[in-house]
């Protein structure tokens, strides 16, 4: 097992510096290693090990003892046998866009950057599916596909990799219409610990629905790297919306806001998205992207379809947000404008950032039932307001999920605990409404104590027996969900 110790000096979110495999096991192994991918593919170096040990999360840096490229499945099956001999621990990477400390080397190991594996290996237009490798993102996918008349549209905010979304099971701001990446992956090729080759549903099979045994790519997707490396996936398409619009309405109170969009849904009003910012997330995106909205709180959304049923949910949908007291729509309709309110809405990472330069984020999301969300949201920004924390609300109301980011200050420890205290309260809110610790960001390093209270002892037993059966010597993300 590789051993760390505590870098000097790096503080609370500092980084944890890798002492390494003892120096002829790790000579050794980089050597073979190397063997596989040549030398220019296989670093030790520490900038570059600091670079793939830490994604975007409050999680201390815990650099891998060394990075490796590979090139193709072959490779990666390969480069993984070779660490299953070894006894040394595999962690996946692609764009490290992750919020739960997902790419984290708590015990060293060997990181597998598998951003040059870049390939779309097959897309089927008249079937709607396309196999992708992990080094594509949903915008290089979206790219290639523009002028077939479809698209991808799972958005998570983030460039992030196809493959590490499906890691994820990550969803976003077009889950309310289009599902989340559980409901838009059909086949995964996986490289399991030993360096074996899975496909999940048979290789280069990309049927639309099965009732032919365990469904193995659902047990894969969200799995966050810890049974397998994802190493091609097989996504369901969708046709472009002849039209889109977008629409800004803004609301006098929380509840009043997250109440329009309960009803929204309730009337089947087929919203493509809607989201909800809080007033101090509004003032923030106002002042970082440029915008002139109300500083209230405010729902985005945007509808999708033919001109004329757009133009009907448009009118459905004002109806109901005149009923809660809301403004007119300040319309979106043309692509730059509406590009750049879902650009303010991606950005409102770094928005809450910049309200305290020099300061650090952490962002946390739970999930619960639609008809609970008004009062969860309700209580959350009371919380907020009472704790005395620097914390924004903005979410996919439309699915019952939204996030708080928490801007503190990285060498106040006190302010630290305060934030880890104040996740951890939201989250057992959310299981006490009958809701998820986490909708979209995984459990990772920072959830895996609420994930007990949420599925019970004999639900994480059962996930233990199959991460001991698929990974008998714990090598894959090892620390993470479990």
């Known amino acids: 097992m590789a051993l760390q110790r505590l870098c000097r000096g790096a503080g609370a979110l500092g980084c944890r510096r890798s002492s390494g495999l003892q120096g002829q096991m790790l000579g050794e192994l980089v050597e073979a290693l190397r063997a596989v991918v040549g030398s220019p593919n296989v670093s030790t170096a520490l900038a570059v090990r600091e670079q793939h040990g830490r994604d975007e999360s409050m999680h201390r840096c815990s650099p891998p003892d060394a990075v490796v490229w590979p090139q193709d499945v072959e490779q990666v099956s390969k480069l993984a046998g070779i660490c299953y001999s070894h006894g040394v621990p595999i962690i996946p990477f692609s764009t490290g866009t ?16 598998l951003t040059r594996m870049d390939r779309i290996t097959a897309l089927s237009t008249e079937d709607f599916t396309v196999a992708v490798e992990p080094g594509v993102t949903r915008k290089a996918l979206n790219s290639y596909l523009r002028d077939t008349g479809l698209w991808f549209p799972v958005d998570p905010g983030a460039d992030a990799s196809l493959c590490g979304m499906a890691a994820t099971s990550a969803s976003g701001t077009n889950a309310v219409r289009y599902g989340t990446m559980r409901h838009n992956v059909l086949n995964l090729q996986v490289v399991l610990a030993d360096g074996r080759v899975l496909h999940t549903a048979g290789r280069g099979r ?16 969200g799995s966050e790297g810890t049974l397998g ?18 629409a800004v309405c803004a609301f006098p109170s929380v509840h009043a806001a997250v109440g329009c969009t309960v009803q929204v849904l309730q009337a089947g009003i087929p919203v493509a998205r809607i989201e909800f910012l809080d007033d101090v997330m509004m003032a923030a995106c106002n002042r970082f992207s440029g915008l002139s909205y109300a500083v209230s709180p405010t729902l985005f959304l945007e509808f999708h379809g033919s001109p004329g049923s757009v133009e009907e949910q448009v009118r459905q949908a004002g109806e109901i947000v005149q009923l809660n007291c809301g403004s007119d729509f300040a319309w979106a309709r043309e692509p730059e404008a509406r590009n750049k309110l879902w650009a303010a809405r991606h950005n409102a990472w770094y928005a809450a950032l910049a309200l305290r330069p020099g300061s650090k984020g952490y962002s946390t999301d739970v999930c619960v039932p639609i008809s609970r969300l008004p009062h969860i949201v309700g209580e ?17 109301v439309g699915d019952g999920n939204f996030h708080c980011i928490l801007v503190f200050d990285p060498a106040d420890l006190d302010e630290i605990q305060r934030v880890k205290e104040f996740a951890t309260r939201l989250a057992r809110q959310a299981l006490a409404l009958d809701g998820t610790c986490t909708g979209e960001h995984g459990i990772g390093l920072g959830k895996r104590h609420l994930l007990w209270e949420e599925i019970g002892e004999l639900g994480l037993t059962i996930m233990r027996q199959i991460k001991a059966m698929l990974d008998p010597k714990n090598l894959m993300n090892p620390g993470k969900v479990l």
């Open 206 to 221: 990309h049927f639309r629905k099965s009732a032919a045994g365990y469904n193995l790519t659902g047990l894969f997707v």
């Open 229 to 246: 490396l994802i190493t091609q996936a097989t996504l369901r398409l969708h046709g472009s919306p002849e039209a889109m619009v977008a």
């Open 380 to 396: 959350t920004h009371r919380d907020l307001q009472e704790s005395g924390l620097t914390g924004l609300i903005v979410g996919h």
């Open 98 to 113: 992750g919020l739960e400390g997902g790419v984290t080397a708590v015990r060293g190991g060997v990181c597998f950057n």
